[in-house]
């Protein structure tokens, strides 16, 4: 089983800037793609960016040029840089990886709690 925590979420004032971290944790065999996804209440959850095992990465429209992803694969992480914060970025971010316990099985998703991030005047 496979376990990832989200870290670094707060308040912050539009045009700042927030890191956030997530870690997995558990019996870890291979994690695939990893990747941050958004939701705001009533809205649908929805793509940020992803980065596979070998760092190729991929970006909402809304976020490119602003927001990095990277990932320390030693230390099982992800991170996401988020700068220039815009109101419209206010939501619960969670972190997802892709994981398979052994070559036999086919790859499982797995989700992060959520951390809240809050972009307001």
């Known amino acids: 089983q496979v376990q990832l925590v989200e870290s670094g979420g707060g308040l912050v004032q539009p045009g700042g800037s927030l890191r956030l971290s997530c870690a997995a944790s558990?019996?870890?065999?291979?994690?695939?793609?990893m990747g941050w996804y958004r939701q705001a209440p009533g809205k649908q959850r929805d793509l940020v960016a992803t980065i596979t095992s070998t760092s190729s990465t991929n970006y909402a429209d809304s976020v490119k040029g602003r927001f990095t992803i990277s990932r320390h694969n030693a230390e099982k992480t992800v991170y996401l840089q988020m700068n220039s914060l815009k109101p419209e970025d206010a939501a619960v971010y969670y972190c997802?990886?892709?994981?398979?316990?052994?070559?036999?099985?086919?790859?499982?998703?797995?989700w992060g709690q959520g951390t809240q991030v809050t972009v307001s005047l």
């Open positions: 997802n990886a892709d994981h398979r316990a052994s070559l036999r099985v086919p790859f499982r998703p797995y």
């Open positions: 558990g019996r870890i065999f291979s994690l695939g793609v």
